[in-house]
């Protein structure tokens, strides 16, 4: 017990020192160091023989110096950012608890949390009172899973004994743009990677309902069951909103079970102001919706919301007796829902927040980030060198930035080979430098710029930092870098 | 920021005086309430407005309040009890962190830690040097899956682009009393859950070896294709060891994917006393190990250890390019080697454990555990009235209590019935008490009780005090319960 209450005070310590850090715009993001570095100054190895409490203090001490402060203003690299205060109690508490929640027995207040939480975000989303349940799962990829599989099962009632039915081709349907984990999800139920038709997106990002029709009526016409269309709430890259009213409808008229992946964007919905983006969200048979990454609860923390009340538990409920009693609390066990068994309470720290913030409060830090989002995309659009490449619907800004060498150049392949070089080399600048750490993508085959504003502590000078950061880097690049071979002898445009 | 510093002090005093009442025999395991009471007890809405942190912190101990308490010495009720305090540090820290474990570059340090666990578990598996890696997954199921497609993926080479051969009809084998998550992998793999053959076991619950091979034979003649043994090191009622050693062979033999499901016993890997249950484990294609169970981690932390290395990668990378980056250190990036994407840094709570017990405390911790259930063991073959039905292998100990009534009766299917339906009014009784908190599960057809020895608070003196709290509570039901229907107008044979 001393070990115990020593290890907890020291740590209220170091969370409060590491926190206060966040607001140190002096504190590096990251001190960049290689996987040879990192193991030559640290000692990794789990030892044959413990160690002291003051030991393993040392041993945080390093894990956070080396570490990448997510939470820090300069954050911007994943679709989450810093995540509030009640969030990290939640965790902390969560772990005191230590329990799991398959049943109601062992977990009886969390549970109820959850199902409450389950409620309030369906009636977000907009179905009726008598539909819709839930389940939080680890991370968006399962919950997509979760979907698919759900969807499988109801185009192929027999496929949970009988397994796949050999004579029926399934085919899955989303855009061009959506997340590699719903190709995943079609490789782990037996459809494999083929099955999956990926359509093709307009200039913003956005499935074409067009293209989509086309593409459903082909796979039928080839004697092919289309039975799962994932539309996506913000996609991963551009941050664009698949037009799901229109995608419900074609859902509709052609039986698929309709998913919208809304791990990024689900948390519009909260807002009056942007739920417009996912107009007709409640046409939807399930919903995934991160709290994660908007809304700032620590990770991870995904929602999976299905309409058909009973569909996750007919598809992944095993009768284990062993685990699941019958009783008059039973019908809250919420095991049989997953494809877990043992299961994490991430509901602790959703909830909490959600005391602690209110619908309101989440609606207003996601107007924030709204804002933010449009000031960076304003900024782009207004600096000499830089190049908005879509128009952002969501929080992701994603723009090249063309160093003075390349501004002459003719757009074409080479101009895009030298700008996909040049954002890596000055991205990969910005990293070590540890000021700002920003991620790219490649978006139309070229490596481009993504910035995500998903960080509350992020304000609109931090953005301009940024843009000043890659500017500065820019003019550290050799001459050549960023640019596509060219002919020897040919004159080069700049020192 | 003055928020968060008045919850992190608050939280560590929530904390010290909690783990504070693990110590207090006096305190409940759990304060039993129903979800209609607790609904009326507790407001559990998330609201619109946000509340205040006092408000919050009242929540947080209303929660601890009436949940269950799992580090107390009398919780014996699931597959894992207490946690360490370098655990509930490392939990904490991750919170802190608040970081991703898909690429090496935002998660630096705690991925090079993951790799050197991964490395240390599978030198315990006794795999050769150049062989084995490993990852981190959120509990036993998903591990369990993640084999099984491996070796899905592995059997059909073409099932992950391509989806299942509908010629070839894929073949499971467990014993009949291995975990169900096997089953729903087989579902979710697309094989559907018939595609599961259940071996039968000997009486001490151990997979029989000529039965596997009679199933393989009958399978192969049939036409379809075995391709993955699951073998079970300690099951999840009755804690036996499949015998390793003739599995492997099997397995080899038929060119069988061999898997253990070591979630529950893995551990015994890390004591020389207690390894041996585990002999031919150097033979397994793959491993699941959950330290969360008897080593006291934190839930969740499971272990998948895959001996060929490459393998977890083919069957799940998705070459997404917008996070995987190529780079000096890509290869570090564990991302592709999961279901996953967000992943929860499971490391650090681990790793921190692991150096503050070294190996030498962890298998002290194990070697205490199977001390505790020897004493369980023989208390209960020892004491009147209670019967030992399976001769424990492991850390579960499966037993009946008779009650007084029922001791005259011919063993047959009315006896069988009244145990059983004693065995669960007593515990039903024994958690109203709120005293212990030990479970039942169904075995041979009948409820049991199964004590677990995965506590590390709880002493001898405990296990006699749960064995009195049976009697104590069996003395109180009436003379008809856990009997039979019986004859109108038949003797009661104790009032």
Same mark, same amino acid.
């Given at each position: 017990m001393r070990d115990t209450e020593f290890l907890i005070q020291e740590a209220a310590k170091l969370a409060t020192a590491y926190v206060a850090g =966040? #607001?140190?715009?002096?504190?590096?993001?990251v001190r960049v160091a290689s996987a040879a570095e990192l193991a030559e100054r640290l000692d990794l190895q789990p030892p044959r023989t413990g160690r002291s409490a003051e030991s393993l203090l040392e041993d945080v001490r390093s894990t956070l110096h080396y570490?990448? %402060?997510?939470? =820090?203003? $300069? #954050?911007?690299?994943?679709?989450f950012g810093d995540h509030d205060a009640a969030g990290l109690l939640g965790e902390w508490m969560t772990a005191l608890l230590n329990?799991? *929640?398959?049943t109601f027995e062992v977990a009886p207040v969390v549970t109820l949390m959850e199902l409450a939480l389950m409620r309030h975000m369906c009636g977000f989303v907009g179905w009726p009172e008598d539909e819709g349940e839930g389940i939080l799962s680890p991370g968006g990829s399962i919950a997509n899973l979760m979907a698919l599989l759900a969807a499988r099962n109801r185009a192929q009632p027999d496929a949970k004994e009988r397994?796949?039915?050999?004579g029926r081709r399934l085919v899955v349907l989303m855009s /061009? !743009? &959506? =997340?590699y984990s719903v190709e995943r999800a079609a490789s782990v139920a037996g459809l494999?990677? !083929?099955a999956v038709r990926k359509v093709e997106v307009d200039a913003v990002g956005r499935m074409s309902p067009e293209a989509l029709e086309a593409a459903v009526v082909q796979a039928r016409a080839s004697g092919e069951q289309p039975f799962f269309l994932c539309a996506t709430?913000?996609?991963?890259?551009?941050?664009a909103f698949d037009p799901l009213e229109s995608l419900g409808e074609i859902a509709a008229r052609h039986g698929l079970w309709f998913h919208v992946d809304? &791990?990024?964007?689900?948390? +519009?919905?909260?807002s009056a102001k942007h739920r417009g983006l996912m107009?007709?969200? !409640?046409?939807?048979d399930s919903v995934a919706w991160n709290?994660?990454? *908007?809304? $700032?609860?620590?990770?991870t923390c995904s929602a999976l919301l299905v309409r058909e009340r009973g569909r996750l538990a007919a598809t992944n409920?095993?009768?284990a007796d062993y685990l699941f009693h019958q009783g008059?609390? /039973? %019908?809250?066990?919420? $095991?049989?829902?997953?494809?877990?068994?043992?299961?994490?309470?991430?509901a602790l720290k959703l909830w909490l927040s959600w005391r602690a913030q209110g619908d309101e409060g989440h609606a207003r830090r996601v107007e924030r980030l709204f804002t933010l989002a449009g000031t960076m995309r304003d900024l782009v659009e207004a600096?000499? $060198? #830089? !190049?908005?490449?879509r128009e952002p619907e969501g929080c992701n800004t994603c723009f090249h930035y063309l160093p003075v060498g390349l501004r002459g150049m003719e757009p074409g392949p080479a101009r895009s080979r030298a700008v996909g070089e040049a954002t890596v080399a000055i991205r990969e600048r910005m990293r070590a430098a540890g000021r700002v750490l920003v991620n790219y993508a490649t978006l139309d085959g070229v490596p481009a710029f993504r910035h995500v504003?998903?960080?509350?502590?992020?304000t609109p000078e931090d953005l301009g930092f940024l843009l000043d950061e890659i500017e500065r880097h820019a003019a550290t690049?050799? &001459?050549?870098?960023?640019?596509?071979? +060219?002919? /020897?002898g040919a004159a080069r445009r700049s020192s």
């Open positions: =966040h #607001f140190d715009r002096q504190e590096p993001v570490s990448v %402060r997510t939470g =820090h203003p $300069g #954050f911007c690299n994943q679709l329990t799991s *929640m398959y397994g796949l039915d050999p /061009a !743009e &959506a =997340h494999g990677t !083929e709430a913000s996609t991963t890259v551009a941050g809304a &791990a990024c964007g689900g948390s +519009v919905l909260l107009r007709g969200v !409640e046409r939807a709290p994660h990454k *908007m809304m $700032g609860i620590p990770l409920a095993m009768g008059s609390d /039973a %019908r809250y066990d919420l $095991g049989d829902l997953t494809l877990q068994c043992g299961r994490r309470v991430d600096r000499e $060198g #830089f !190049e908005l490449l504003a998903n960080n509350h502590r992020t690049l050799p &001459a050549a870098a960023g640019r596509a071979p +060219v002919p /020897a």
